[in-house]
């Protein structure tokens, strides 16, 4: 198999697998129980919790409350909006959100809450100025993506953050961050230091399915999700995925060495690679966001006349895994939604194909998909 569908999920790093076997043979006792406390294990997750604020340059100070993954912890932020936008204020996101910010932000719409969404350019990103339009006082809750899962466009974040605080001080400020962790610099402190909350899944970088979380800010306060036991601060009960947890953690150690060594570096030049490869050999192709800030190991690319779903399919017969788009909407016969906003043709949406390597991918797989794009074209 040729896999790239690396946006959609990763295979985990084998030191992963090892640390988590370990903890279910070896102790798999429940953190907050006495045996648990003997052994050290709170201790054990603050440790890792430590790792995970390393790769995402959040400070000590900030929280790290683990979920089941960024669609969970983006369906709390989005809660936590609507308690804010109650009788007063308003809501503030993206026409290209993935789908568990964007849906759950329809279904405030249709219950009554006002909701805005700030277009976005040709190039993928937000449109900057017509931010600065929307923006006003009232404004309670915005959700912007950092990076996004089709195009991999980077956005301009950091700007659009200053805008909000200009505007709208007061206003809970979070980004999903999940196809960015990982693949590129990230600084919660940094250049996200005006951002309240971050989501992310370990799936996304190497790390197991089931888990992922949310970054508080220090100092920011929001209702729980979930309630009952009590564990993590109060913030989400239910006992703790302590295997899971050391994953996630190795795979942050791992991430964060790659990235300071400048190992994505190759991952773009073997992405850069297709893209020229392909645009000679279809003159006609286009490639979303070509000419702004991008993943390393992103290219969302159509061919005019192909329909992406007959050709994924024809190539996952062959043994070669991409996608047409968002893994979340990848069975849905419509195009892509970012596409028809950044104003291309429902004829050439239809035709886009998202290719997502890793560290693993080779220059002989993508000449073997190169090759068969030959053939079915």
């Known amino acids: 198999m040729i896999y790239l569908d690396n946006n959609s999920t ?16 070896n102790r798999y006792w429940n953190v907050t129980s006495a045996y648990g406390q003997l052994d050290g294990m709170e201790e054990t997750v603050e440790s890792a919790k430590v790792a995970i604020r390393t790769l995402f340059g959040a400070t000590s100070d900030d929280e790290i409350v683990f979920t089941s993954g960024a669609t969970e912890s983006n369906a709390w932020v989005v809660s936590e909006g609507a308690r804010r936008a109650k009788g007063c204020g308003w809501v503030l996101s993206s026409q290209m959100e993935h789908p568990s ?34 923006v006003d006082s009232d404004l309670c809750f915005a959700s912007l993506m950092y990076a996004h899962n089709e195009t991999g466009v980077i956005q301009p974040l950091r700007e659009a953050v200053c805008l909000l605080r200009e505007h709208a001080p007061q206003c809970l400020i979070h980004t999903d961050a999940t196809q960015a962790i990982g693949k590129i610099p990230v600084s919660f402190f940094g250049d996200l230091c005006d951002v309240d ?66 190992k994505h570096d190759d991952v773009r030049k073997i992405r ?25 190991n992103t290219s969302f690319f159509g061919i005019p006349g192909a ?24 069975q849905s016969l419509k195009p892509s939604e970012t596409a028809l906003s950044m104003e291309y043709s429902y004829d050439e949406a239809t035709s886009l194909i998202r290719l997502s390597t890793s560290l693993d991918t080779t220059i002989d797989e993508l000449d073997a998909l190169l090759c068969k794009l030959g053939n079915y074209i």
Not at 101 to 110: A, D, F, G, K, Y
Not at 208 to 235: A, E, H
């Open 10 to 25: 990763t295979k985990p790093f084998p030191e992963v697998v090892d640390v988590m076997t370990q903890f279910m043979m």
């Open 101 to 134: 910010i964007s849906e759950p932000l329809e279904n405030l719409s249709e219950q009554g809450v006002d909701v805005r969404f700030v277009p976005i350019t040709r190039d993928g990103t937000f449109d900057l100025d017509k931010l600065l339009d929307l």
């Open 197 to 262: 909350l971050m989501s992310f899944s370990g799936h996304k970088f190497h790390g197991p399915k089931g888990i992922g979380g949310l970054v508080i800010k220090n100092g920011t306060n929001i209702q729980p999700l979930i309630r009952g036991g009590g564990q993590q601060n109060n913030l989400r009960s239910g006992t703790l995925n302590i295997p899971a947890v050391m994953g996630i953690s190795k795979a942050a150690e791992i991430s964060n060495n790659l990235i300071e060594n400048r």
């Open 272 to 296: 850069d690679y297709f893209e020229e490869c392909m645009l000679r050999s279809f003159p006609d192709a286009f490639i979303l966001g070509k000419q702004a800030s991008r993943l390393p």
């Open 307 to 330: 329909d992406a779903d007959d050709l994924v399919h024809a190539l996952a017969s062959d043994g070669i895994v991409l996608s047409k788009g968002s893994s979340c909407s990848s």
